[in-house]
């Protein structure tokens, strides 16, 4: 039963793991960018709430409020400034350039903030410690449970936005073909911009459920890199949107069982998921792999409205 | 006043320059047919008035208003409106979808979803079909459609016919017709140019990136754009 | 010294289109002359020890390793398209077989070369795994095989676990004699891996990957091998990093897991090809230099140091992306080392 237990967890865990990969897979699938400061910028969202929190006595959900928009302009200006820029001599470029961004952020946090871990689990009260007891050896944290409703809730939201608004046809236009774009009207930096603020903003979200599950120090951001990485590849590099949030799943099941197997086995035990599904003859859990990751452009056109 | 005025235009890819140094002037309501072979430079200079590809020198004017610099989409929103070389559309997305992303960054006008299916007829049946899936006269249709959904004062087309079946080539014909009837301006290239010079009321003709032959088209004759079109005309004659 | 044509661009797209124009060489007389001068660089480079102290001995260590890093990343990166993210793992993997094998009484210089040899055996079967990414992808992926390394290698207890163990077998040495050896190990290790990527590049693989650059399926409808260039690349670059690996465990003594299979030493990489010029022989070795006077200076004021080589990084990656070397070929026009293509003539116009 404790199996049944790791699993029951393991999902709940790629709840989270679905949250941080959803970003990373927007800005991939709509720019070609994998943002290599990705973890880091959900890392900043989290002290930016720890900061308010040492000032004002409030809930972290409240702290989110003021924090969510400064994030979503830091993503707009990030594209425009940096990304945008970088995008012009390839599509490597930008990549070492959010490779400077993420030392840049890891070291100034650290700068700012010392380098001892944190949490903001501790203020949410008795959200941290209730659970549902299903049975004697089943049980669910509230916590665990309402970050998964937020993973779900954001993939629903973000599906939404692509295929049913105005904006959203504008971004998978600007995705699949953004010279054209422009030939019809469409700012395509300006949707390039938008698209990676969504995603940043995404971050600051899966910075604060990282934030109210565990721990997180200033160099905390790679992992949760890799981590939303190997989803996304898991859940076959963005074949659809949800694809992200199931390859989180498929991440946090190997975990939580990997470190029943052995407690210093639980990344490993992901990595190696990762790298079995990477040699697999499909190489993905829902692509057929069709010259390395058109998959994730073509999957955000594919969520048209019908 | 002329909607369109172009004076010493040079586009270049690199160290090719494609487009040597012309000078255009389009009336409102006037439909031009530019003619020429293969790496005349035609699709470069269309490109260059729709904003796609920067000038190396000279000056666009649109409606009296110097937008040279100005980026693609803003042009779009001053009324120029380019239907692309291979159509361009979007493939992932529906017909409907295909016409609706062209409705932001549009200038104000009559065009809207309903008015294109009444104009493009064929459209209509198809406004849930992925672009990736039509065929090539309702991929053209659909890139005009676009094209329209802008409400263009001016309309840019890029090798109308190429790649299309004869019926459908008949279709998109009738189609262009009636958007002309309805007092568009229009900059027509399109590799079947008696057809072309059918429905339009000049003729340039481009070599090497230059203007060789231009002319009323009911005035020029065919040997003439022939000659010109191989080059066999005096170069030196930019009429 | 006359300039030859090279007539094997012909298998590159473009170059065979200059061809018809102008006329192709790459060795010019400077080019030459240079060539010859870095012969007696690394000649007096290897008389450095026998006239100088030990301080110099041991800097020119670190910065010699430094070079050869920064080479293996431009080999990978600059010429094969490849940015990754993950070489540290043959750093770790480099400074950790060298402790292995002097565990089972293997002499540990010898130990050094063994384990650079087992960096190029480990990165054959990988080869095939990480290949399969493109683009931004490949850079994450290979980061994920350094940290499944990392972890592995952090919970074997014969090899120190997670604190560490001592390279004390190279206690058997006098501490001159050792870092004399250490030296010239380097020394030899960085030439070496210097010439291999001139010379490959020189050959048919430099043709091939000049055109995977240019058109990449163009060039394999042409008949150019895109994945097993790649493969030669990274099989090389791993085999050099080990053996960069492997000289920083001789030249610090301790190796620990997670400092060994940092990602930082990624993100020296980068800035030095980035800074030096990516896609030139020349641009990692004057960003290796410049990044050891950075590290002399700046290097014990931690944080502020790190952020300060971040900023630089983007700055470059925004307004100089093809770094000083890529700055002062464009403006001067010179080339020294004759790996890239000149056209003699300026190509006509093609159409």
Partial sequence: MTWVNDVVQGILLGGYYGI???????????????????????????????????????????????????????????????????????????????????????????????????????????????????????????????????????????????????????????????????????????????????AVGIATIGGLALALRTTFSPYAGPDQLIFAFEAVVIGGLGASLWGALLGGIVLGVAQTVGAQINPEWSVLAGHIVFLVVLVSPRGGLLTLRSGGGGGARAALQRLRAS | MSLLSVDSLVLRHGLLEAVRGVSLQIEPGEVLSLVGANGAGKTTLLRGLAGAHRPASGTISFDG?????????????????????????????????????????????????????????????????????????????????????????????????????????????????????????????????????AISDRVVCMLEGRFVLAGKAAELTREQITEAYFGLHDRGVVA | MEPQTDTRTGAAPEPAAALAAGQVSRWTRLSAGFTGGLGVVVLLLALVPVAMGATLVQDLTTLLILVLMATMWNALAGYGGLVSVGLQAYIGLGAYATVWFSLQGVDPYWGMVLATLFCAVVALPLSFLVLRFRGAQFAIGTWVVAEAIGIYVGLDNQLGAGTGISLVQLDSYATSTREHITYWLTLALTTFFSVIVFMLLRGRLGASLQAIRDDEQAAASVGVRVVSAKRILFILASAGCGAAGAMTAANILFVQPTAIFSVNYSAFMIFMVLVGGIGTFEGPIVGAVILYFIQQQFGNDGTWYLIGLGAVAILFAVFLPRGLWGLLEERTGLRFMPLGYRVRRRARELR
């Fill in chain 1, 20 to 198: 941080i990969a959803c970003g990373l897979a927007l800005m991939f699938g709509v720019m070609r960018i994998i943002n290599l400061a990705h973890g880091d910028i959900a890392v900043l969202g989290a002290y930016l709430m720890y900061l308010l929190l040492e000032h004002w006595n409030v809930s972290p959900f409240i702290a989110l409020i003021p924090v969510l928009p400064v994030m979503l302009a830091l993503g707009y200006v990030l594209q425009r400034l940096i990304l945008q820029r970088s995008l012009r001599s390839g599509v490597l470029t930008p990549l070492l350039a959010t490779f400077g961004v993420s030392i840049v952020i890891q070291n100034a946090l650290e700068q700012g903030f010392g380098p001892d871990v944190q949490s903001l689990g501790g203020q949410t009260g008795s959200l941290v410690t209730a659970a549902w007891q299903i049975n004697s050896q089943v049980s669910i944290a509230a916590l665990s449970a309402l970050i998964f409703g937020a993973a779900v809730v954001i993939y629903g939201a973000l599906q939404f936005f692509l295929a049913r608004t105005a904006a959203g046809r504008r971004m998978r236009a600007a995705a699949e073909d953004p010279d054209t774009a422009e030939l019809v009207g469409i700012d395509s930096r300006a949707v390039y911009a938008r698209a990676t603020a969504i």
């Fill in chain 2, 65 to 197: 208003q110097d937008i040279t610099r100005m980026p693609a989409h803003r042009r779009v929103r001053q009324g120029i409106a380019l239907v692309p070389e291979g159509r361009r559309l979007f493939a992932n997305l529906t017909v409907e979808e295909n016409l609706l992303v062209a409705r932001r960054g549009a200038a104000p006008g009559r065009w809207d979803v309903e008015a294109v299916y009444a104009a493009l007829p064929m459209l209509g049946p198809l406004r849930r079909r992925r672009a990736a899936t039509l065929s090539g006269g309702e991929q053209q249709a659909t890139a005009i459609g676009r094209a329209l959904m802008t409400n263009p004062r001016l309309l840019l087309i890029d090798e109308l016919s190429l790649g299309l079946a004869p019926v459908a080539i008949d279709d998109v014909y009738a189609s262009l017709r009636g958007v002309i009837g309805d007092g568009m301006t229009v900059l027509l290239v399109d590799q079947d140019f008696s057809r072309a010079a």
